[in-house]
């Protein structure tokens, strides 16, 4: 258990886990490829080495960070997560596993070099499904018993609980059920049937349905899909409040259904009274765990840089690629920034947010308790978050698609390690900024924070155009370990994880030594690529899969 203070919320603590598989977006690629004859690994010296200080060529972060380094640190959490079996018998850095060892190593490398560390504590709700839900429905006598997985699922921080014969209720307004005004006639005891609408349409989220529900009376709630969201799976996503915090907990069960599935309930619901019966068998427990934030004394607080990964895996696997690979190479920049002795210009603190694998809940804490004039000092996120997949492409989030008012200085961010694989002459991609992973907190705040990101690749298939710009495999997934047991040191790709290591450390060093941060992020795209040497003479040249 790792020494976190945990409790129980229902369920059978006894009953044996089943793993978590986070949800992710599907991506609209656009592959860049650049192919040169320049042989520099950092950025051009015109971009990143005029702009220094007083280190020479040799005492840079692209220069010095080496992959051999940061292997030694995902030896190690590798190791940890060997020490640490949790009961369904996996290796693990989860929350309730090796996490905080995990912590305690970075902790220990931080304040060798002299940083101050602060362990910044929150609790997290954590969600376990066993085996044995099931969900039916009786019309007329005649029983329909639905299969999990393809018709049914019970959604993430369902409630635990039983419904035995209750009677359908269906929302029939055009918003599902977002309202708390759209439950007249239900009584209760019933089970609520509502349809998700999708949450741009309608907005309100999974939480706001099922909450609304279950004030107003329901036992439990099933939610089904409009034609305008035809999913062909039922849904797993998460039944969580805004804040993610223990006090949103929903009691009630939910379940949902795929499109098919929920059009034949409500067929059946228009020609008589419909029963359902269910089991949810989930448990939710209370951790209490903490993001580590390290900064030195150095550089300009009013512009503060603030480099992130999240360090904790999933409980199904050790998480050596996702994400061991962004945390190792935090920390590897980190104690290079210590060891080079570098005094830059603007502040940099170094996070590894805990309990992403839940909900980004580590990174969104911290934004969340940001006052107005941290928000206002802090200049930009850089994230890292898998960057070692073995079936890999070479990612930088299109920051030209960040929200209103970020646009610009995201988009430089882009430009800056769009550079560095123009240089390498080697292959990358934009991927959509969707906020699905640490960064999200940051671009979502009021006011939103700019940010960039690099990643290779989770659990969605390479493609043919994908294929033959990186190699590889069609058709498989960039990462066929991902959240799974086989997620181990022996799962990255080193020469990729040295590219991505090279794209962010050059990104950092440039940040930290421009003279005025927030005129420097505020250059338009086309202006930014005037001043890079790489980019200025070649371009970008996205292509459309």
């Not at 380094?69 to 079996?85: P, S, Y």
């Not at 991902?482 to 799962?491: E, G, K, L």
């Not at 005025?516 to 899969?545: H, V, W």
Request: aromatic share 8%; net charge negative.
């Amino acid at each position: 258990m790792d020494g976190e203070n945990v409790r129980l919320i229902g369920g059978n603590e006894a009953s044996k886990r089943r793993r978590r598989r986070a949800s992710r977006s599907q991506r609209c690629l656009l592959v860049a490829v650049a192919i040169i004859a320049v042989a520099a690994i950092a950025i051009a010296t015109a971009v990143i080495f005029s702009r220094k200080s007083s280190s020479d060529q040799e005492s840079t972060l692209p220069s010095a960070i080496k992959s051999d380094n940061i292997r030694v640190h995902l030896q190690r959490f590798q190791d940890i997560a060997n020490e640490n079996n949790n009961s369904d018998g996996a290796n693990s850095r989860s929350v309730l596993d090796g996490y905080n060892a995990s912590a305690m190593y970075v902790t220990e490398k931080l304040q060798e070099k002299g940083y101050e560390v602060v362990h910044q504590h929150f609790e997290v709700p954590l969600n376990y499904e066993h085996d044995g839900s099931y969900l039916r429905t009786s019309f007329q006598g005649i029983e329909f018993n639905f299969r999990q997985g393809s018709q049914f699922n019970v959604m993430r921080y369902s409630g635990f609980g039983t419904v035995v014969n209750a009677t359908l209720w269906v929302n029939t307004d055009e918003e599902g059920g977002c309202r708390a005004d759209s439950f007249g006639g239900l009584q209760p005891g019933n089970v609520a049937l509502l349809t998700y609408v999708s949450r741009d349409i309608a907005n309100c989220s999974y939480y706001d349905l099922v909450s609304n529900a279950d004030s107003a009376g329901a036992q439990a709630v099933i939610i089904a899909y409009s034609d305008a969201y035809p999913t062909s799976a039922p849904s797993r996503s998460r039944i969580t409040g805004p804040t993610l915090s223990p006090s949103e907990i929903i009691p009630v069960a939910v379940f949902s259904l795929n499109y098919a599935t929920g059009q034949q309930v409500k067929s059946m619901h228009q020609q008589g009274p419909l029963l359902v019966s269910g089991f949810s068998n989930t448990e939710v427990r209370i951790a209490t765990t903490f993001n580590v934030l390290a900064t030195l004394p150095r550089g300009n607080p009013a512009n503060t840089i603030i480099v992130g990964s999240h360090l904790d895996s999933v409980p199904a696997g050790p998480g050596i690629n996702d994400n061991g690979s962004g945390s190792s190479v935090n920390l590897e920049l980190a104690l290079l920034f210590a060891d080079l002795n570098m005094q830059p210009k603007n502040k940099v603190m170094f996070a590894w947010w805990a309990a992403e694998e839940w909900g980004l809940v580590g990174s969104q804490y911290y934004v969340r308790n940001l006052t107005p004039d941290q928000v206002a000092n802090t200049s930009l996120n850089l994230n890292m978050d898998m960057l070692g997949s073995p079936n890999y492409y070479r990612g930088v989030y299109n920051g030209s698609a960040a929200p209103a008012g970020i646009e610009t200085q995201s988009a430089a961010l882009m430009k800056i390690m769009e550079e560095t694989f123009c240089e390498k002459a080697v292959p990358y991609e934009l991927l959509p900024f969707t906020g699905r992973s640490d960064y999200g907190p940051f671009i979502d705040n009021i006011p939103p924070i700019p940010a960039g990101a690099v990643a290779t690749g989770a659990d969605g298939s390479k493609t043919e155009v994908e294929r033959t710009a990186f190699g590889g495999f069609a058709n498989v997934p960039y990462d066929t370990c991902y959240h799974q047991a086989c997620d181990t040191i022996d799962n990255i790709d080193f020469g990729v994880l040295q590219d991505m290591a090279d794209a962010v450390a050059t990104a950092l060093q440039l940040l930290l030594e421009e003279e005025d941060l927030p005129k420097f992020l505020m250059q338009d795209t086309d202006s930014y690529r005037r001043a890079t040497s790489c980019l200025a003479e070649k371009g970008s040249n996205p292509i459309i899969p």
